[in-house]
Structure formats: structure tokens, C-alpha cells
């Protein structure tokens, strides 16, 4: 008899940050009354679909401790990340081998996308699980887009029709998305989302619209819109 695919989120979160400028990676920047990846896991975990959720820690993380208490409680477990982004969503995969099977899904999700909303999740979850090739949540290009030199000059004017911002999560098969990954990082090719891996691996993942404030805390003038974003979503 054939179990029913279940769904499991990775969130990489062993990123140094460095484009925040601050001493602190930006995961754990201080956002309303918790911490950046709090908010990220506090989402994901209200979602009853998830059978669990795999946070991926730098080796060098100091800071986990100091909040792991307030999770004792839920389907969370860490384990450690690697070099580049996707070394680090291959160890949580690796990791999740134990207990997913091969066919279930797993959403990869930002610790720096704290914004993400739920019912976007859950949107993800419906529109792709009946599908084999899985997708990711994204918006579509709002503005007029060029490429410029290396001295900022225009060298042309890119037709938006068609592009998009890749967002997370992104959900895929587990054993596809390992297979795919493993296939990128042992030729070299540091993809920086999934969706890339799964390309390269021949497979045309979908693109699901989200909402447009799921932004990913890059910059130091990301933190108060996102405190933005949560706050008119509480008072609403
Ligand atoms: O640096 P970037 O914004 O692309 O990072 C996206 C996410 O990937 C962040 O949540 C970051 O902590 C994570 N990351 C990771 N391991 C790395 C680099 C980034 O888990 N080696």
C-alpha cells in the first residue's frame, strides 16, 4: 500500500550575512519582539501539514542556544550547514533521509524570510502536490529592468514579460531535489536556489505567485520594512 507523501521544511540558516554590515548574521537581528529566524520558524511550525522542520546552524553558531529553549517542545531539529547555501541544504537533506521518504516533499525556506505568510505555504503545498516537478513561491518583475557595465552604464533594456523574483519556500521531492544538488555542488556549480539545481537537472520546476512582502533581510534598510510587513499584519 502506498503512504501519502508527506511534506518537511529545511530552513538554512548558517549564512554569515555579511551584506547587513553587522557583527550579528541577520537571522538573528532583533525584529519587533524576537529574533528574524524566529519569526521564520514560528511560521513554519503553525503549519500542521509540516511533519517537521530541519533548521540548518553554521558550525560556528553561538547564538541557537540562547533560544532553543522556547522550541523543546516542536518537531525541530538542527543540524549543521557548510560553505555555500546549498552545501548547507544538502546536509539538512542528508539529514532527513533518516525519516522522509524519497517521494516526500520538502519546503526549503530562508531564515531571512520571516515574512513568509501561511496561507502562501499553503497555497505552495496545494497548487504543487499533485504535480511531479515541484516550484517555488515568486512575484512577477514590477520594474522596468537593465543591464548595466562594470561602470553602471546601460548596456540594454531587459523585456520583462516573463521574469520573475524567485522567492522561498521552495518545494520539491526530496530525493530528486538531493540527487540534483549533489549534481550541482560535485560540478561545481554553487547554485543559489533550489529551483536552479532542479533546472540544471533537467526538470522545468513551476512558479507559484506569493505575496509580494515575503522579502528576504538582505540589507540594513530591509529590517523595518519587514517590522513593517508583521506589525499592519497584526493590526489588520
Ligand atoms: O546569503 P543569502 O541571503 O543568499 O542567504 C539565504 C539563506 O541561506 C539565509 O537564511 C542564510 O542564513 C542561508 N545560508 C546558509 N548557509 C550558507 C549561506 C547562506 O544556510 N553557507
Redesign the pocket.
Known amino acids: 500500500m502506498q503512504t501519502e507523501a508527506r511534506f518537511w521544511a529545511i530552513?538554512?540558516?548558517?549564512?554569515?550575512?555579511?551584506?547587513m554590515g553587522s557583527d550579528i548574521?541577520?537571522?538573528y537581528l532583533t525584529l519587533g519582539d524576537r529574533t528574524v529566524?524566529e519569526h521564520?520558524l514560528d511560521t513554519l511550525l503553525s503549519c500542521e501539514r509540516l511533519a517537521g522542520v530541519i533548521l540548518?546552524?553554521?558550525p560556528a553558531d553561538q547564538r541557537w542556544t540562547g533560544i532553543q529553549q522556547r522550541y523543546t517542545q516542536q518537531a525541530l531539529e538542527t543540524v549543521n550547514?557548510?560553505?555555500?547555501?546549498?552545501?548547507?541544504?544538502l546536509n539538512g537533506l542528508k539529514h532527513l533521509a533518516a525519516r522522509a521518504g524519497d517521494d516526500d516533499w520538502v519546503l526549503v525556506h530562508?531564515?531571512?524570510?520571516p515574512c513568509v505568510r501561511p496561507e502562501d505555504i499553503e497555497h505552495l503545498m496545494n497548487t504543487l502536490q499533485g504535480s511531479g516537478e515541484g516550484g517555488l513561491l515568486g512575484v512577477p518583475v514590477a520594474d522596468t529592468m537593465k543591464r548595466v557595465d562594470d561602470e553602471l552604464n546601460i548596456s540594454d533594456t531587459v523585456d520583462r514579460e516573463g521574469l520573475w523574483h524567485a522567492y522561498?519556500p521552495q518545494m520539491f521531492r526530496i530525493g530528486a531535489l538531493r540527487a540534483a544538488l549533489q549534481q550541482a555542488v560535485d560540478n561545481g556549480h554553487p547554485v543559489?536556489d533550489e529551483a536552479n539545481a532542479m533546472e540544471l537537472a533537467g526538470y522545468r520546476p513551476r512558479m507559484v505567485q506569493g505575496a509580494r512582502d515575503n522579502i528576504?533581510?538582505?540589507l540594513p534598510s530591509d529590517l523595518p520594512l519587514a517590522a513593517f510587513y508583521l506589525q499592519s499584519r497584526q493590526s489588520s
Open positions: 530552513v538554512p540558516a548558517a549564512g554569515a550575512g555579511t551584506r548574521p541577520k537571522q529566524v521564520t540548518v546552524l553554521s550547514g557548510g560553505a555555500e547555501r546549498c552545501d548547507s541544504v530562508d531564515a531571512a524570510r522561498t543559489t528576504k533581510i538582505t
